[in-house]
């Protein structure tokens, strides 16, 4: 095959891949949200399907053929190259996976999360347990499959993000707790700081309001970025950069909680939207791994988006749209009440210091049913002893315990972990950028472009040209220190409690 | 090819053209509800590589040996051979249609839409008018590839009606008219009926509660038929009977237009839910023409719902719903409101006598488009033209004359007759119906089931297995003849306005 020829080979492949995954994104994005119930087994009839046609262009042997060569070739462009590793590691792996059990796999995948849904409606834990046995046996399956002598676990905390595995979470995770714990320590001996302000009556049509408020604050742009309510907040990229979709979750008596979906999520579509446009159509139209996808989303959720100026910037927003409900209050109380310590039950609504645990709870639990440890039957009470441990609390049921996320139902398994690495990966870019960035002062002025530029600049348009450490250590000039993260924990949290 | 090998090709090909068409109708659906606008050229390169996807499989070679394996087998079933039939029929054409003309084809009319519905905005026909021109130079293009012998517009009448053509449209548009503008004529020399109690304010999220009331009443099953709103109410099969998606249009000054809207587009989903379930996953899992499915639509919308029956058995719900604006009111009087005749702009929303003229506008310039008589520039001249030749009065501006429909954007070309022929088809349902069933007294009594399962029984569980003549003909014991509409309305109207 001449360059040539590979190169064309290439550009028909992405194509139809391409379609392929707009199509099986969309078919998930409309079963989280528009889909009748009826609808589940037809979309996981034709998510399958499509699945089977993705396994099939990848694996032909044309395109083995075409991806070595423009591998091997000297006159490939670096760009060109990556793609053709990218797609080449992808090959390696469904190439171990036997077609049928792969399109089971996709299947099974649609399957469990419908009945996830259901589950948590009931709060209904042996009604999922079936189907996440099935998901838990089948990660094992693959992971056997393709990488048979490494830890399974270790298989997919490094699909997620590469070069992750037990070894790193555990020093990592180690040297967090190290520090949030005597520090939640501290803080849970002061009086609480006060939250009364989130709390009270917030029309949803006016959260919807805020919602678009936000987004267009943070920098999304409303022609390719749209918002839908689910029950689990999440994003997705429908085919390229021109069409990500964010969803949130409305409380009607507690604002805080979508605003900060919406923001966690926008700046997931902050990262999706900004890859340069000449990646499109191309794997590299993409950000690179989820730790760095998370170290956006939670950079502007909560190094952002809980800071003082950020809160300085909004709270006439807020005055704006909830006149009522904001009398008596100034930007000060609101910069203290979202940054209020509490050990709780929902992850996605935890505070910034102890929402590590709430990782590492998963974590824990990730591991013990890979190693055999634990069944999948003994979850709840495996959750609810660690929920115990690990935060002081008591889970008073299932739909606020292990029912609570669409992850593993998702098959997103060895993921959670990046939510914790991206949290961490968030303060380093803050210690850099700070170098030649007022941070705090773009907050207040509701006018966020040197701090996506930089961000822009440095991590988003890449997309995933580089490896998620090349990017990491090219933004911010030196390897990862988990050190950045706990000082800021500590500097922000010792300010506001004055320990 | 044996029996046996034939028979799985054509389980395979049904398969993946299931899935193909359930993500191309989805991502239609999208385009249309939750999408944003930078949104659509994506969509439409996706929906340009799903088309060439089903091509190659519709054209590949081996289809064609199976199909006609099937087809001509002795020992092939009705059923099975129906759909060898149906594929065929596609298979012939596709042959005929280059693969770059047909994606092409495919690709401009997911964009044509979105230039109508910023035209439509905009009210800006001239923006319209070159992707219009492209949509009829392709449609001429299509037929003279498909049918070289044939006037091009019967091809695209017989193609959305299998044996419409011109003449026969002639003959029939020429019954009904003769018969309806003399009756218009005398009903426009009386009093017009009072509407008032359609006018006021009416809140969206009641009027939303109102349509899922009309669901159930009429049948659909929520497990299965989803309801959104969009600029131009439709009805879309997403895969198979399991997932319908409904959209209506919400007035805030007038409840009833989304009412008929969804008691229309109700009556679509519902022939499209009650499809055999033996005929899932194949091409039988679907409404046979347009003409039969449009005969649905406006039975329920008209025949049905605008019958002082229905008004009976509605009105309470009415009033729960909206008790102040229903105050002083009796369900006869919302009979009367219902069925006012006023010569009126927008097609959608027409009384049932004139409804058709609205038809014969678009018919009269579809051939005059064709033909060459006219060219698309001239095309808002015209017709105003003929809305004051026809309904006899002034359209203000393009928006609700021209711009009114997405048909034409969407490449429903040949398509409008099926409105005027469908609600023709309805009365000789009622007529027939009548014999065993006491159609007013289920309406009243608001269980629809004896008329639903009358249709289901005659009607809907077929599907595609036979042609349009043959259900119509086997439900209704006799041809079609335009008499029974042109008597029930006589006899209709000649009641209301007491002629």
Redesign the interface.
């Known amino acids: 095959m001449t360059l040539d020829q590979a190169n064309a080979h290439l550009s028909a492949l992405q194509?139809?891949l391409?379609?392929?995954q707009?199509?099986t994104a969309?078919?998930t994005?409309?079963g989280y949200?528009?889909?009748?119930?009826?609808?589940a087994?037809?979309?996981a009839?034709?998510v399958?399907?499509?699945s089977e046609?993705i396994y099939s262009l990848t694996t032909d042997p044309h395109t083995a053929e075409a991806l070595h060569t423009l591998n091997d070739h000297p006159r490939t462009d670096p760009i060109t190259r990556r793609q053709a590793q990218l797609l080449l590691r992808t090959l390696r792996q469904m190439e171990r996976i036997p077609r049928e059990e792969y399109t089971a796999f996709r299947r099974l995948m649609v399957e469990a999360d419908a009945v996830w849904h259901e589950a948590k409606e009931k709060d209904d834990f042996p009604l999922f347990r079936p189907v996440l046995e099935q998901v838990f046996a089948a990660h094992r399956r693959i992971a056997a499959l393709c990488a048979p002598d490494a830890d399974p676990y270790d298989y997919w905390l490094d699909y997620n993000e590469e070069g992750l595995d037990q070894a790193r979470c555990d020093r990592f995770f180690s040297a967090v707790r190290g520090k949030i714990v005597p520090l939640l320590a501290q803080v849970m001996e002061r009086a609480p700081l006060p939250d009364a302000m989130l709390h009270g009556e917030f029309p949803i049509p006016v959260q919807d309001a805020l919602s678009h408020r936000l987004m267009r604050i943070i920098g999304l742009?409303?022609?390719?970025?749209?918002l839908?309510t689910t029950e689990h907040p999440f994003t997705i990229t429908?085919?390229?950069q021109?069409?990500v979709?964010i969803t949130t979750h409305y409380h009607r008596d507690d604002f805080s909680k979508s605003m900060f979906s919406v923001i966690h999520e926008g700046g997931h579509a902050l990262y999706s939207t900004n890859v340069d446009p000449a990646y499109m159509?191309t794997v590299l139209d993409k950000g690179v791994s989820m730790g760095i996808h998370e170290s956006q989303s939670r950079f502007f959720e909560n190094i952002l988006a809980r800071s003082e100026g950020f809160c300085q910037g909004l709270f006439p927003i807020l005055q704006e749209l909830f006149p009522d409900q904001m009398a008596g209050y100034d930007a000060h109380d609101l910069y203290l009440a979202v940054n209020r310590v509490q050990p709780s039950l929902i992850r996605t609504q935890a505070d910034e210091l102890t929402y590590c645990l709430h990782i590492m709870v998963r974590y824990r639990l990730e591991q013990q049913l890979f190693s055999g440890e634990l069944a999948v039957g003994d979850l709840p009470e495996a959750w609810n002893a660690l929920y115990r441990e690990y935060l002081g609390i008591d889970v008073p049921d299932d739909r606020r315990g292990v029912l609570q996320d669409c992850h593993w139902a998702d098959g997103y398994i060895g993921y959670f972990p990046s939510y914790a690495l991206g949290s961490a990966y968030g303060a380093q870019y803050l210690h850099k950028m700070e170098e030649t960035v007022d941070v705090q002062d773009a907050l207040r002025r509701g006018d966020l472009s040197p701090i996506c530029d930089w961000l822009r600049q440095r991590i988003w348009r890449h997309g995933s040209l580089y490896s998620p450490t090349q990017v990491f250590e090219s933004a911010v000039g030196e390897p990862f220190d988990p050190k950045y993260y706990t000082d800021y924990l500590e500097r922000k949290f010792t300010g506001l409690y004055r320990l």
Chains 1, 2 share one sequence.
Do not use: I
């Not at 949200?33 to 609808?39: D, E, F, I, R």
């Not at 742009?221 to 749209?226: I, L, R, S, T």
């Open positions: 194509r139809r391409t379609a392929l707009h199509a969309l078919l994005f409309d949200t528009a889909a009748s119930k009826g609808a087994a037809g979309r009839q034709t399958s399907v499509l046609e742009d409303p022609a390719h970025v749209g839908a429908l085919g390229s021109q069409d979709r159509g």
